[in-house]
């Protein structure tokens, strides 16, 4: 006798594949956030030790001669551009962030809808192994009570 819920089961197999696949599709995109953000404090840090030494370099050069009042305001200026600079790299580490912190989230739902789908299949291998065992037994009483009624028969005939 074939299971009457093999369809179900089918299906419920189909959405673990499913799930695991995406499961492994958002650790990869994890993965790459990962990567990227690290980059980007990389670059945000190189930046800074640079900026650093180029306000060094460019303050050196004016406490060593005689600047006019514009050239002390294109000085300036041009600290204040290198920290806006710094700005966006920290931007970008902070956009980084909030993919990863994102992408975090979207393994641990993927691994909720996972496990959950693992369980749904589960419950119906339970289903049908507890199916499978009653109708096993089923068919063995049949075959018994089978027998019983064709030795009684066999015995009226002797008579």
């Known amino acids: 006798m074939e299971y009457p819920l093999r369809d179900l089961l089918r299906v419920r197999k189909h959405r673990e594949e499913s799930a695991a696949t995406q499961l492994l599709s958002r650790k990869g995109e994890l993965e790459q956030a990962i990567w990227q953000f690290e980059e980007?404090?990389?670059?945000?840090?190189?930046?800074?030790?640079?900026?650093?030494?180029?306000?060094?370099?460019?303050?050196g050069e004016v406490l060593s001669q005689l600047v006019s009042k514009d050239d002390l305001e294109a000085l300036r200026t041009n600290i204040e551009f290198l920290k806006?600079?710094?700005?966006?790299?920290?931007?970008?580490?902070?956009?980084?962030?909030?993919e990863m912190d994102g992408a975090r989230k979207a393994v641990l739902e993927a691994e909720e809808f996972h496990?959950?789908?693992?369980?749904?299949?589960?419950?119906?291998?339970?289903?049908?192994?507890?199916?499978?065992q009653q109708t096993a037994s089923e068919y063995e009483r049949n075959q018994e009570k089978e027998l019983e009624d064709f030795r009684v028969q066999d015995s009226r005939h002797e008579s």
């Open 115 to 132: 496990k959950a789908a693992v369980r749904a299949r589960q419950k119906i291998e339970e289903h049908r192994t507890i199916w499978t």
């Open 40 to 59: 980007k404090r990389r670059e945000l840090d190189e930046y800074v030790h640079w900026r650093i030494q180029e306000e060094r370099r460019m303050y």
């Open 84 to 98: 806006s600079r710094e700005e966006d790299f920290q931007k970008a580490v902070d956009q980084a962030q909030g």
